[in-house]
């Protein structure tokens, strides 16, 4: 069975609904056992260039589970969740969104794949998913796809700003 850490956010049509009922979802997707979710935190969208101006804040969350599923097949599931809640994939990125499910970790494992890298590329340096992460696997590592070592999720909360992150609640 491998542990995989899933990111949640939404920021369109009622976000706290959004979250709460895709960690619902998701603690019952076939095949799958639900560990654990994080509390619930609002955040700033992030700021790029190549992100829409003005946007609502996010809420977010992160949710643990335990499978044998292959992982493209689980990303599939993932979006199958996203379109349900209204979610277009329309090639923007960093847009608002009524729901975005991103698979953050598979235990140790790095993976490169076209349509899924693991870690999620902007793990080590988000706020909105590091503390959320923090709250329910403290002593996890995370592989680094560059150096092929782990650094230990302490060290990454330690170097990230909390971007003005505000932990609202339980899940």
Same mark, same amino acid.
């Given at each position: ?20 009922? *895709?960690? *619902? ?14 509390? %619930?935190?609002? +955040?700033? !969208?992030?700021?790029?260039? %190549? ?12 949710? *643990?589970?335990?499978?044998? /599923?292959?992982?493209?097949? =689980?990303?599939?599931? =993932?979006?199958?969740?996203? /379109?349900? $809640?209204? /979610? ?15 698979? =953050? %970790? ?6 490169? $794949? ?9 793990? $080590?340096? /988000? ?10 696997? !403290?002593? =996890? +590592? ?30």
């Amino acid at each position: 069975m491998a542990t995989i850490y899933i990111g949640i956010g939404s920021n369109l049509d009622n976000p706290l609904q959004h979250v709460r009922q *895709a960690i *619902a979802e998701l603690g019952i997707l076939s095949e799958c056992r639900f560990l654990t979710a994080s509390g %619930l935190y609002k +955040s700033r !969208p992030l700021t790029s260039p %190549l992100a829409p101006p003005s946007q609502p804040d996010y809420i977010n969350a992160v949710l *643990a589970i335990e499978t044998e /599923r292959d992982a493209l097949n =689980l990303l599939d599931e =993932l979006q199958a969740i996203e /379109r349900q $809640h209204g /979610r277009v994939r329309d090639g923007e990125r960093w847009g608002p969104r009524p729901l975005d499910l991103d698979v =953050l %970790l598979i235990d140790d494992k790095i993976i490169n $794949h076209a349509r899924l890298i693991i870690p999620h590329p902007g793990l $080590h340096e /988000r706020s909105f998913v590091l503390y959320p992460l923090q709250e329910i696997a !403290p002593d =996890l +590592s995370i592989p680094d796809h560059d150096s092929q070592k782990s650094v230990s999720l302490q060290e990454l909360i330690a170097r990230c700003d909390d971007e003005g992150l505000e932990r609202l609640h339980d899940a």
